[in-house]
């Protein structure tokens, strides 16, 4: 439960972090903004906030994360790139989980040649790390956000595919499956309405945990310099614009706060994330202990 405040919380600050506008037929959807300043403005000639680069932490003025080498408020961008890193760890994931489970639950059912070939194919996708792959992709199509969700998805889906396809080798069995088939119900129906929803349970608990993969993932390759522009204040890339200030500078100054609070903002979702991802975990092997007890005790 804590981590599931913890990421309502992160998710609800980068959807009002600043208003959201549909360009193309000009209506502003989310008209509010819990960021103080736009993350992409250097405050550097501002008058009225007289602020400098790498400033540190301050309440008045009101920079409670300072600011960066460009007089950037590192709070105001810390909300608003946790809407790059979050949307696409939960997209892909979304993606990739309706992907794999689609095409484990084909090769599960009907075994045989067809699951040899299936299954083959996934193992050429295990065979090449999946952050290699997703770097290779990025390279070739280049930065943007998109490019990361592709990057991700197309070979992102082999691990659900696999976990799906071994809860429905033990399952199609079942006398509720047989009695569908001997009912006359199609294939697609006793896959998908019988099947599984009585399969779906690891993968939910799977997809649970993968999205602060993802994040760190993307975090990762913004590090490296392949997800987005330096300007762009995704958590990742902005680690990587500011690497430089891990050392002390000239004058033997550190500034910590333009590399610790990114980090920090990564640390705290994909941790939350994990604790969700253990909480379900526990919830269904809580309820499915009482199934085998209570059928013991009968």
Known sequence: MLGLVVVGAMVLATVFARPITIQEIGV???PFSVAPYPPGDSLLFDTSTNVEDYAPPSLDPFHPMGTDGTARDVFSRVLYGGRFSISIGFIVVFATATIGV????????????????????????????????ALVIVAMLGKGYFQLLLAFTVFGWAGYARLIRGEILSIKQNEYVLAARALGARDRSV????????????????????VGTVVIGVAALGFLGLGFETTASEW?????????????????DIYWWVTVFPGLAIFLFVMSMNLIGDGINDALDAQEDTTVTQGGGG
């Open 28 to 30: 502003t959807v989310q």
């Open 236 to 252: 990742g890339t902005m680690l990587n614009a500011e690497q430089g200030t891990l050392s002390p500078g000239p004058g033997g």
């Open 102 to 133: 689609v095409y484990g639950s084909i090769s599960g059912y009907y075994g045989g040649w067809v699951d040899e070939i299936m299954m083959r194919f996934l193992d050429v996708i295990f065979a090449f790390p999946g952050l290699v792959l």
């Open 191 to 210: 896959i998908f309405r019988h099947i599984v929803p009585n399969a779906i349970a690891p993968v939910i608990v799977q997809a649970s945990l993968s």
